[in-house]
């Protein structure tokens, strides 16, 4: 059974960052496709960032040299560290896995695995 669980997220002042966790169980995280999507209040969800199975990354523009997606095999956990922190990253941050089956579509391919969120807040 595939589990997502995310942590780490909280509520920081502007130019503040943030390391977000995904542990993963029920599969490998460098056995598929990993992501991050946000979904700002009112607004759809979003991709942010993903990594493939042999390690190169993907980044939406509006995060580009602020954040870094990362993993670590051994603990089966993806991670984002976020940096430079902006009131308009404000969002509920959602790990995803890749899954041909899922509904929501991003840089190629399709997402069905989910984690329950976690809470970004950045205050101006």
């Known amino acids: 059974q595939v589990q997502l669980v995310e942590s780490g997220g909280g509520s920081v002042q502007a130019g503040g960052s943030l390391r977000l966790s995904c542990a993963a169980s029920?599969?490998?995280?460098?056995?598929?496709?990993m992501a991050w999507f946000r979904q700002p209040p009112g607004k759809e969800r979003v991709g942010v960032s993903g990594?493939?199975?042999?390690?190169?990354?993907d980044y939406a523009d509006s995060v580009k040299g602020r954040f870094t997606i990362s993993r670590d095999n051994a603990k089966n956990t993806l991670y984002l560290e976020m940096n430079s922190l902006k009131p308009e990253d404000t969002a509920m941050y959602y790990c995803a896995a890749e899954n041909p089956s899922g509904r929501t579509y991003w840089v190629g391919r399709n997402f069905g695995y989910w984690g329950q969120g976690t809470q970004v807040t950045v205050s101006s």
């Open positions: 990594i493939r199975t042999y390690g190169t990354t």
């Open positions: 029920g599969f490998s995280v460098s056995s598929r496709y």
